[in-house]
């Protein structure tokens, strides 16, 4: 018997493994479920609060899976949250992550936009700062 195989889906997972070992080890995650959930989280939080030209260009630089976990229950129409400063944005995290696995919202935030930091284009990343509030910049190590 074959196995059957869709290569580019095995990619895109594979690559969606490496993100996510990656935030577990630097985030100091117990699992991988815990990465998993604080990159959702996180990346939720960050897409509220851009404005949806900028949603999708972060989007078109994430792995495919992460993409579809990135875009999960987006509501473009739904006015984009005004969040000042980095206090808030965590305490958005912290709302998003209330009743799901025990991470720290300020810790996965760091942790996760360190990672975007690292794997999407710098020219993106300095999109995503000029999008936002100028404390927000202390978020992105």
């Known amino acids: 018997m074959t196995e059957n195989r869709v290569?580019?889906?095995d990619h895109a997972v594979n690559?969606?493994?490496?993100?996510?070992?990656?935030?577990q080890q630097e985030g100091g995650y117990d699992s991988q479920e815990?990465?998993?959930?604080?990159?959702r989280e996180?990346?939720?939080?960050?897409?509220?609060?851009?404005?949806?030209e900028e949603v999708v260009d972060l989007?078109?630089?994430?792995?495919?899976?992460?993409r579809g976990i990135y875009y999960d229950g987006w509501?473009?129409?739904?006015?984009?949250?005004k969040l000042k400063?980095?206090?808030?944005f965590t305490e958005k995290v912290?709302?998003?992550?209330?009743?799901k696995r025990p991470v720290d919202p300020e810790k996965s935030t760091k942790a996760v936009l360190n990672l975007l930091n690292k794997k999407v284009s710098k020219g993106e990343i300095y999109d995503l700062k000029a999008n936002l509030p100028d404390s927000f910049a202390q978020l992105f190590c």
């Open 34 to 39: 815990d990465a998993c959930t604080a990159l």
């Open 59 to 66: 989007a078109a630089q994430l792995p495919l899976v992460v």
């Open 7 to 9: 290569h580019s889906l």
């Open 42 to 52: 996180v990346l939720h939080a960050l897409r509220d609060r851009l404005p949806p």
């Open 75 to 81: 509501k473009p129409a739904k006015t984009q949250i």
């Open 15 to 23: 690559v969606t493994k490496e993100w996510l070992k990656q935030l």
């Open 85 to 88: 400063n980095p206090s808030e």
């Open 94 to 99: 912290k709302e998003n992550l209330a009743g």
